[in-house]
C-alpha cells in the first residue's frame, strides 16, 4: 500500500488528463468521426477555449484546495483527523464520499436557477465528442472546488485522496463524452456499478426530463437510490438544449457571456 501510496502522489493529474484527452480525441477523430472533423471545425474550436478557461480556472484552485486541506489537517477538523482509520479505507470511503457530495453539487447546478446559467454552457454543446468533456464555463469551476473542499473537509480527506478520485474518475469522464457508443454488454456488466457513457449521452439529452437525469459522476448508485435514474436508447438522443440551437448561440464568446443574459428560446 505504501508504495501505491509513493507512486500515486508522483502522478502530476493535469499532465495524466492532458494524454487522456490527446489519446481519446486522436482515436475518435480519427477511426469514428474523420468525415464530419471539418463540418464540426467551429464546435471544436470554441470546445478547446472553453476547455482552456477552464482549466487554467482549476489548476489556480486546485492549489488553494490543497492549502485548505493542508491546515484543516493542521487543526485536526474532519472524520479522518479524529479516529484511526487504514489509508486504504480512507481512500475507498473518500471516493464513495467525494462521488455523493459531486452527485447533489451536479443536481444544485441544474436546480438552482444561478448555478444554471453556468452549467448549461456544458449541456449546450449540439454535437458529442471528447473535446465536450471540458466545455465547462471558467466560472463554473469555482463551483466544482468549493464541492471538493466541503466533501474534503467532512472526512478530513488529503490531497492524496482527491487525486486518487481524478485519476479513476478523469478517464471515465472522458469516455463519457467520446463520440463512440458503448456497446450493451458494456452497460449490462460495468454499466451496473459505474456511471456507463450511454448513460451520461441521456444527460445531454435536449428533452428536459432526460437533461435533469443520470447526474452521477462514478457510481450508479445515487441516481437509482434518489429516484434521478433514466435509461433511454442512445440513437434517439438529441443533444443540446432548445434555446442554444443557433449557430450564433454557439460560438466561444456567445458562451463566455451567456450566464449574464437571458437566452430565450
Ligand atoms: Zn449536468
Ligand atoms: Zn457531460
Known amino acids: 500500500m505504501e508504495k501505491i501510496y509513493e507512486y500515486i502522489t508522483t502522478i502530476k493529474p493535469d499532465i495524466f488528463l492532458a494524454v487522456m484527452l490527446t489519446l481519446l480525441f486522436s482515436v475518435e477523430q480519427i477511426f469514428f468521426s474523420t468525415k464530419s472533423f471539418l463540418k464540426r471545425s467551429p464546435h471544436l474550436i470554441g470546445n478547446i477555449f472553453l476547455q482552456i478557461g477552464y482549466i487554467i480556472m482549476n489548476f489556480g484552485l486546485a492549489t488553494f484546495v490543497i492549502k485548505v486541506l493542508d491546515w484543516a489537517a493542521n487543526e485536526h477538523i474532519g472524520l479522518f483527523n479524529w479516529i484511526s482509520v487504514p489509508f486504504y479505507l480512507q481512500v475507498i470511503a473518500g471516493l464513495v464520499w467525494i462521488d455523493l457530495v459531486n452527485y447533489w453539487a451536479h443536481r444544485l ?157
Open 109 to 265: 447546478n441544474h436546480t438552482w436557477a444561478l448555478l444554471w446559467r453556468f452549467h448549461r454552457v456544458h449541456h449546450s454543446d449540439t454535437t458529442m465528442d471528447s473535446s465536450t468533456t471540458y466545455r465547462f464555463h471558467p466560472l463554473e469551476a469555482l463551483g466544482d472546488n468549493l464541492a471538493a473542499i466541503v466533501a474534503a473537509f467532512m472526512f478530513g480527506l488529503d490531497g492524496t485522496v482527491l487525486i486518487f478520485w481524478l485519476i479513476v474518475y478523469m478517464p471515465l469522464l472522458v469516455l463519457h463524452h467520446t463520440d463512440v457508443i458503448m456497446p450493451k454488454w458494456f452497460d449490462k456488466t460495468f454499466g451496473r456499478v459505474i456511471v456507463s457513457p450511454n448513460l451520461h449521452k441521456i444527460h445531454h439529452h435536449q428533452q428536459q426530463v432526460f437533461t435533469d437525469s443520470n447526474y452521477g459522476l462514478l457510481l450508479i448508485f445515487w441516481d437509482k437510490l434518489f429516484n434521478t435514474y433514466k435509461e433511454l436508447p442512445v440513437e434517439e438522443i438529441k443533444y443540446g438544449l432548445e434555446e442554444f440551437d443557433n449557430p450564433e448561440r454557439q460560438t466561444f464568446w456567445y458562451l463566455l457571456k451567456s450566464p449574464f443574459i437571458n437566452v430565450k428560446k
